[in-house]
């Protein structure tokens, strides 16, 4: 490391590099200058070099020696850190710029009115960095930043890490803002149970099982999707309690339902992470399918039926008390009714947009 620094044409010296001076206008060796200092000739020599700062205890002995004050020197070693910052700062600034670009700040701008700042990206970096508390953006890259990234059958480009990780990031701050309880496995069952009464409540849903949840200790944030992050969910414990995401990536209901459940399942069984959109979690996967819509049920509907139009749906829907879309969305996944059949998901499948 230099005793001095050059950056952007602006030259910053290091305190040693002025005691260097003074050593060399003096006429002593630095081990003669040393010694009446009252350090070791190593110490001095480091210093010297810039590489190591200036101590208060160093800065009051050539104070007494010198006949100058304590803040002096301080102030230079001050002076000199402050420049230090600016330029690793500034350096800093050129790799969040590239991890910025697989960003859209439209989704900060739109859905959590951060300033507008058109074609002023680093003000932009500056307000994404500052709203998702991270010191730079570049910790998004970091597969483990908040939570664990649950195993998937396809590997995960740099841009689906880092916005999932923006997602993830957006849920933990609020969830840190809500005031609950421990998080209470029991209650949250029966929070859960309570959840499921709400599948046909498509105006008000979302307050009422977030209200059910939170005195079970979960806080459930639901968030708008974010553009290339592949997340369908993601919980993690936070201060005692858990924080359970989802977000809106296709739109309808059923796969909203199926994502909640989804992740209630690893909740409840203690498995903790993100869940992505390519990735195969069996089990999470069966609980939410067998508890929305009961299997013995299920087994028995599709065996008394050869197909599926809209009366029989809803009236299977009404007998187990879902929504008619979550009905169709497994039949859909199981083959029973054709993805291509427009007309009978336009009728039956709710669509929900999340709205901060």
């Known amino acids: 490391m230099s005793n001095y620094i050059e950056y952007n044409d602006k030259v910053t010296f290091h305190p040693g590099y002025y005691i260097k001076e003074i050593v060399d206008e003096s006429g002593l060796s ?11 000739p190593k110490n001095l020599s480091v210093l010297l070099k810039g590489d190591q700062n200036l101590s208060v205890d160093i800065a009051s002995k050539l104070s007494r020696m010198l006949r100058t004050t304590i803040t002096y020197w301080l102030n230079l070693q001050q002076a000199y850190d402050e420049r230090l910052a600016e330029i690793q700062s500034d350096k800093e600034l050129k790799k969040e710029r590239e991890v910025f670009k697989l960003i859209d700040y439209k989704y ?12 002023q990206v680093d003000e932009q970096i500056k307000c994404v960095r500052e709203f998702l508390a991270v010191s730079t953006l570049q910790v998004l890259k970091e597969e483990s930043l908040a939570v664990n990234f649950r195993s998937y059958s396809v590997n995960l480009s740099q841009s689906n890490t880092v916005n999932a990780n923006v997602m993830v990031q957006i849920a933990v701050n609020q969830a840190l803002k809500e005031k609950t309880p421990k998080y209470n496995k029991k209650k949250f069952e029966k929070a859960v149970s309570f959840a499921l009464t ?39 414990k936070v201060d005692g309690k858990v924080m359970l995401m ?13 994502t909640l459940f989804h992740e209630i399942g690893h909740v409840l069984n203690g498995d903790l992470g993100v869940s992505f959109k390519d ?38 829907a009404d007998l187990i008390d879902r929504d008619p879309g979550i009905v169709l969305g497994r039949l859909l996944k199981d083959g029973k009714v054709a993805h291509s059949d427009a007309a009978l998901s336009k009728k039956l499948r709710q669509t929900y947009y999340v709205t901060t």
Do not use: C, M
Request: proline content about 4%; glycine content about 4%; cysteine-free.
């Open 30 to 40: 630095q081990e003669d200058f040393a010694k009446r200092l009252g350090t070791t």
């Open 108 to 119: 900060f701008r739109d859905n959590f009115k951060l300033p507008d700042l058109s074609r």
């Open 198 to 236: 709400q599948t046909k409540n498509h105006t008000s849903f979302l307050p009422e099982i977030k209200h059910a949840f939170a005195e079970a200790g979960v806080v459930l944030v639901a968030l708008p999707n974010l553009k290339n992050s592949g997340v369908n969910g993601a919980s993690k």
């Open 246 to 258: 989802v977000n809106d990536r296709r739109h309808y209901a059923d796969t909203f339902w199926f």
């Open 279 to 316: 990735e195969k979690e069996d089990e999470a996967d069966l609980y939410a399918q067998r508890t929305l819509i009961p299997q013995d049920k299920y087994e028995s509907f599709i065996s008394r039926n050869r197909y599926f139009d809209e009366s029989i749906i809803k009236e299977f």
